[in-house]
């Protein structure tokens, strides 16, 4: 029977798993063998064309595409979330099932 504290830990580790959207989870995490790096192309292969280039854009040229009408506030929101959320699953130190 694990220890209190392991329970908890469990139980944060699928709240946290859970609030992931299902179209932005992993069927397979892949071993630390074949994500040697995380990422650039890596990570890229889960996103998509847009998503790739608002993530890597800087500050400055958001704030100037977002202002203008170019891109949606919410969409580089999406985007940053989609990402982080891609990296969670790819680098959390107890992986889910």
């Known amino acids: 029977m694990p220890a209190n504290w392991q329970k908890i830990a469990g139980e944060k ?3 946290v798993n859970g ?22 192309k890596y990570i890229q292969q889960f996103l998509s064309a847009e998503e ?3 993530t890597e854009t800087d500050a400055v040229d958001i704030a100037a595409k977002t ?3 170019q891109w949606k506030a919410v969409d580089v929101a999406k985007a940053f979330c989609h990402r982080a959320a891609l990296a969670h699953q790819l680098v959390s130190c107890k992986r889910h099932t």
């Open 52 to 54: 790739i280039e608002i």
């Open 19 to 40: 609030a992931i959207p299902k179209a932005w989870r992993l069927s397979k995490i892949p071993s630390k063998e074949e994500q040697r790096d995380v990422t650039g």
């Open 13 to 15: 580790r699928d709240s």
């Open 67 to 69: 202002t203008s009408g």
